[in-house]
């Protein structure tokens, strides 16, 4: 572990089974057995069995207790070791805590969400914090003369532990969590599981970046998934992630919970429009130099306020075993790669602007999404007519987005650029199909230096035809004063519409 002159280290024997229980840390005050998993609290030199803890699901995390790594805190390099984990059940999925041992002394919290991690440290309250209910997602406040944006307000349990803790709320007893985010990518995680709450602050970081040893060894991992039978078909279904709360049938494409675990009765829907997807579930690629899996997709319809014509895009969710997930949205403007955005960006005073890591970002779209075909493995309980509203940002080079996905209970956001169609063509080894790629933001004659001699002949051909269509139309009984009158069954979003799809943000 990390060199310490400051610990006294401490080892006592399990009241529950007479095993070594050892702390390394002088501020933890509880541990979890690891032979029995009794639950001890140390009360000076003596040890108390208090209760015996469910084991830590296997989360399929590269971490694992005893790793050590070096993190830059205010400026110095520190030393640390990971020597306990909490697990928790959220409203819309879980998330894992590592406790962190400094090499100063003092813990710190790295907080694993479906691939997507947060250091973040213990800091006093400026003033006495407000009751939960007082946090409203979407919401500004402002902590230490910081402004925040409440970004999550849910209710969270305890449901496992490993190793050494220095907190430890009552074991399935719901208390409520809140995240604020800035603009600069902080986050404030505010924990009503103890009294006075715990706040704690930090950043985004990649677990490459902790320069990190003693992970799990990926060739040992157990690549067995969870199978049971389909409840509405009775084929077999492999659950592939742990991390998966719902996924369908291969056989009937039926949509399954297994949030509440695999031995009561499953809820299901069943899907009956099959859908042909353009980059099969399982395919490989490598997109801005991370290699993805093709784990879920889903498609969805929206629409904007007031209006009551609606449009669709794809959305392909990709994973990566240290960089957790991403989307690969297409939509019929073009594709983009988007990831969940650790901070909140500011937003201007009318709505219509943003700013997020230095970069100025504008409104593009408002509207109402929802989920209507799914397909694979999704972190978060996916349902068919889920709903959100959602605004998405271009930045001022066109290639930057930014969007942001709101419920009644979290605001997520997602920030990442659109792609050119022939590179995910050539990510998925799908070359061969590159025209099935192309989107309306592909521009054929671009940069062709002018318009050729045959490109004049074909438009003195269609354009007789193009005034007779116009001369006809004007002829039709359509009433554009009470009716869209436009041929296309659909029409052109024009923009990102799409972004990120949510499922859980904390941490």
């Known amino acids: 572990?990390?060199?310490?002159?400051?610990?006294?280290?401490?080892?006592?024997?399990?009241?529950?089974?007479?095993?070594p229980v050892e702390f390394q840390s002088a501020q933890s005050t509880h541990a979890v057995c690891p032979y029995c998993q009794s639950t001890v609290v140390r009360s000076g030199d003596v040890l108390k069995r208090i209760g015996k803890m469910a084991e830590v699901f296997d989360d399929h995390?590269?971490?694992?207790?005893?790793?050590?790594?070096?993190?830059?805190?205010?400026?110095?390099?520190?030393?640390?070791?990971?020597?306990?984990?909490?697990q928790y059940q959220?409203?819309?999925?879980?998330?894992?805590?590592?406790?962190?041992?400094?090499?100063?002394?003092?813990?710190?919290?790295l907080g694993?969400?479906?691939?997507?991690?947060?250091?973040?440290?213990?800091?006093?309250?400026?003033?006495?914090?407000?009751?939960?209910?007082?946090?409203?997602?979407?919401?500004t406040t402002a902590v230490a003369g910081k402004t925040y944006s409440v970004a999550a307000n849910v209710q969270a349990r305890l449901v496992a532990a490993q190793g050494e803790l220095p907190k430890l709320p009552p074991l399935g007893q719901p208390f409520s969590v809140v995240?604020?985010?800035?603009?600069?990518?902080e986050v404030l995680s505010i924990d009503y599981g103890s009294v006075p709450p715990k706040v704690e602050r930090g950043r985004a970081v990649r677990l490459d970046d902790l320069k990190l040893q003693g992970l799990k060894d990926e060739s040992v991992k157990n690549e067995k998934g969870r199978q049971f039978s389909c409840p509405n078909c009775g084929a077999p279904v492999a659950v592939k992630l742990s991390s998966t709360k719902s996924l369908t049938c291969p056989s009937c494409q039926s949509l399954i919970d297994v949030s509440g675990g695999l031995g009561g009765k499953l809820r299901h829907a069943e899907q009956h429009e099959p859908v042909r997807l353009l980059i099969p579930l399982g395919s490989q690629g490598t997109l801005e130099g991370v290699h993805w899996q093709v784990v879920g997709f889903?498609?969805?319809?929206?629409?904007?306020?007031?209006?009551?014509?609606?449009?669709?895009?794809?959305?392909?969710?990709?994973?990566?075993?240290?960089?957790?997930?991403?989307?690969?949205?297409?939509?019929?403007?073009?594709?983009?790669?988007?990831?969940?955005?650790?901070g909140a960006?500011?937003?201007?005073?009318?709505?219509?602007?943003?700013?997020?890591?230095?970069?100025?970002?504008?409104?593009?779209?408002?509207?109402?999404?929802?989920?209507?075909?799914?397909?694979?493995?999704?972190?978060?309980?996916?349902?068919?007519?889920?709903?959100?509203?959602?605004?998405?940002?271009?930045?001022?080079?066109?290639?930057?987005?930014?969007?942001?996905?709101?419920?009644?209970?979290?605001?997520?956001?997602?920030?990442?650029?659109?792609?050119?169609?022939?590179?995910?063509?050539?990510?998925?080894?799908?070359?061969?199909?590159?025209?099935?790629?192309?989107?309306?933001?592909?521009?054929?004659?671009?940069?062709?230096?002018?318009?050729?001699?045959?490109?004049?002949?074909?438009?003195?051909?269609?354009?007789?035809l193009i005034v007779m269509l116009v001369l006809g139309g004007?002829?039709?009984?359509?009433?554009?004063?009470?009716e869209n009158c436009t041929s296309s069954s659909y029409r052109s979003s024009g923009g990102s519409y799409g972004g990120y799809s949510s499922g859980g943000g904390h941490k």
């Open 1 to 19: 572990m990390a060199d310490s002159g400051t610990q006294r280290h401490y080892r006592a024997p399990c009241p529950g089974c007479g095993a």
């Open 61 to 86: 995390s590269p971490l694992q207790p005893m790793a050590t790594g070096r993190a830059v805190l205010d400026g110095k390099d520190q030393p640390f070791t990971l020597i306990g984990r909490l």
């Open 90 to 109: 959220g409203d819309a999925g879980t998330w894992t805590e590592w406790i962190a041992l400094l090499n100063d002394g003092t813990t710190a919290t």
């Open 112 to 139: 694993e969400d479906n691939g997507a991690y947060v250091f973040t440290r213990p800091v006093p309250a400026d003033r006495t914090l407000p009751e939960a209910a007082h946090f409203r997602p979407g919401a």
């Open 179 to 185: 995240e604020l985010r800035s603009d600069d990518g």
């Open 298 to 342: 889903q498609h969805r319809m929206g629409v904007e306020p007031g209006d009551d014509e609606h449009f669709g895009w794809d959305e392909y969710l990709l994973y990566h075993r240290k960089r957790g997930f991403a989307f690969l949205v297409d939509a019929s403007d073009g594709w983009s790669l988007v990831r969940p955005a650790t």
């Open 345 to 464: 960006p500011k937003l201007s005073a009318n709505g219509k602007g943003a700013h997020y890591l230095n970069t100025p970002y504008q409104l593009e779209y408002s509207y109402e999404a929802e989920t209507t075909y799914v397909l694979g493995e999704f972190y978060w309980p996916v349902e068919r007519g889920q709903k959100t509203f959602n605004r998405d940002f271009a930045s001022s080079t066109g290639r930057g987005i930014l969007s942001m996905e709101q419920t009644p209970q979290e605001v997520t956001w997602s920030v990442g650029s659109k792609l050119d169609s022939a590179v995910v063509a050539k990510a998925f080894k799908l070359d061969g199909q590159a025209d099935l790629f192309k989107r309306e933001d592909a521009a054929p004659l671009a940069g062709a230096g002018g318009i050729g001699c045959g490109t004049w002949i074909v438009i003195l051909f269609l354009l007789p």
């Open 474 to 482: 004007s002829c039709s009984s359509c009433d554009p004063q009470r």
